[in-house]
């Protein structure tokens, strides 16, 4: 188990081994995220909206925020008075971030494909986007306009036809969400944009509601980061609604070697932990010197920075940690292991070093490419797996918002040809009316044939 020595992070020393996978995962730190636990949290909330609908949602409001909105929808008017008073040095920052997204994400579209199978028989993919997604934007210690670009993006680039953003009301703005992200809605031509959160929001998405006589219709997918309730009302209702992943607290991992600076990667795990007491920075180094300068780094750095004892909680938590390594091939295993939300690398020829990175979010490469570039204006997408997810996970893209569809199209002389070979599975798996389907159609065909 990791060590805490220093009191600002802790140190896991894996050197003279060379650990397999089922001792790191064992091993690495992480965050205590109990989704199953917040379950018996959630499921009355969810219930409560599936029946009472928008005055169960205003009730919550007054519960969990502090106050109900003035309306569940938030006014035309209101989205638009955000934008106008939007502080122009934001708006030019949020503008080219989405202009950045965009060319990234209209180049994830994919294209339908038509495959000959023989003469006469074809199967052909098409690319359908959902028919109506809600987006959740969080609310809680920060503000998270860039949240509703990286939502709002690829599902437009999809070609979602219908979409609602959700943040919680704000008891500070009028009810309303934070004015920010009502900006952000405008700047995306977003009109649809309700004031509620939390595990009730992703309710109000999955069963719909009417208000005062307007209907918020049902979506087919709800995408976006939020807290563990948030997580715990998509777990629930994971079937009735598609999710794009369960998202736990926010994790930055750095491979790093002799030739990075100290100054860099501090800086990187501070920006990182700032999210939230239970973010996840850990740093994997063959380098001792390099760990000793990052720790005395970290020193002044969380001293100095605003959100001191939030950032302080993170680093010194069991998700946070220094790992060394005797070289990069054993750190390659603890990241690829680890499979982070956020992975730079910080190595020499950190190209070729993270050609080899099997699982991450997202890879960030080099000095000059900082995971905070990614939260904001790569043009990559921040909504990414978490908790080690992914290994078998991605990050939010136009593929989240599309469905693969099999289109047949097989004439008779093609049926006929391969109609003896469907009779005799359907006797295998002892389902004979599937082959009786084919034979009332070429009744002349032989099993086997």
């Not at 909105?69 to 971030?97: K, N, Q």
């Not at 609602?164 to 405008?186: F, M």
Request: proline share 6%.
């Amino acid at each position: 188990m990791p060590q805490n020595a220093t009191g600002v992070i802790a140190r896991l020393d894996l050197r003279g081994s060379r650990p397999g996978l089922r001792e790191l995962r064992a091993a690495l730190p992480r965050a205590e995220f109990d989704v199953e636990a917040a379950l018996a949290t959630v499921r009355p909330i969810v219930e409560d909206v599936r029946d009472r609908g928008a005055v169960a949602l205003a009730e919550a409001a007054e519960r969990f925020d502090g106050g109900a909105p003035p309306s569940l929808r938030v006014p035309a008017e209101v989205v638009a008075a955000a934008l106008t008073e939007l502080d122009p040095a934001v708006r030019a920052a949020l503008e080219e971030s989405i202009r950045r997204a965009r060319i990234v994400h209209e180049d994830q579209r994919r294209t339908d494909h038509t495959t000959r199978v023989v003469d006469g028989g074809s199967v052909t993919e098409r690319w359908v986007p959902v028919d109506r997604v809600g987006l959740y934007v969080p609310g809680g210690r920060a503000v998270y306009p860039s949240s509703v670009v990286m939502n709002v993006v690829p599902a437009q680039a999809a070609r979602v036809p219908s979409l609602a953003v959700a943040s919680p009301p704000q008891r500070d703005h009028g009810g309303w969400p934070h004015p920010t992200i009502l900006a952000a809605c405008a700047l995306l031509g977003v009109d649809e944009v309700y004031a509620m959160g939390g595990a009730q929001a992703v309710a109000a998405f999955a069963y719909g509601f009417e208000e005062d006589g307007a209907v918020c219709e049902p979506v087919s997918l709800v995408t976006g980061p939020g807290n563990i309730y948030v997580t715990a009302a998509k777990r629930l209702l994971k079937g009735l609604i598609g999710i794009d992943s369960e998202a736990g607290p926010t994790e930055i991992a750095v491979l790093a070697d002799a030739t990075a600076d100290a100054e860099h990667v501090a800086s990187d795990l501070v920006s990182q932990a700032e999210h939230d007491p239970l973010a996840a920075a850990v740093l994997v180094t063959d380098d001792a010197a390099l760990a000793e300068a990052v720790e005395a780094a970290l020193v002044r750095r969380v001293a100095a920075t605003k959100h001191t004892e939030r950032v302080a909680e993170a680093l010194a938590g069991r998700q946070s940690a220094i790992v060394l390594v005797d070289d990069l091939e054993v750190g390659l295993d603890v990241v690829n292991a680890y499979a982070a939300e956020h992975l730079e690398i910080q190595t020499a020829d950190a190209a070729a070093v993270a050609a080899r990175v099997r699982n991450a979010g997202a890879v960030f490469v080099g000095p000059w490419a900082p995971v905070s570039l990614g939260d904001y204006c790569a043009g990559s997408n921040h909504v990414l797996p978490t908790g080690g997810c992914a290994c078998h996970s991605s990050g939010l893209s136009v593929q989240s918002f599309l469905r693969g569809i099999h289109v047949v199209e097989y004439d008779e002389a093609a049926l006929r040809d391969v109609g003896g070979h469907v009779v005799s599975l359907s006797r295998a798996e002892d389902l004979p009316a599937h082959g009786e389907a084919v034979l009332a159609r070429v009744p002349e065909v032989e099993p086997g044939a």
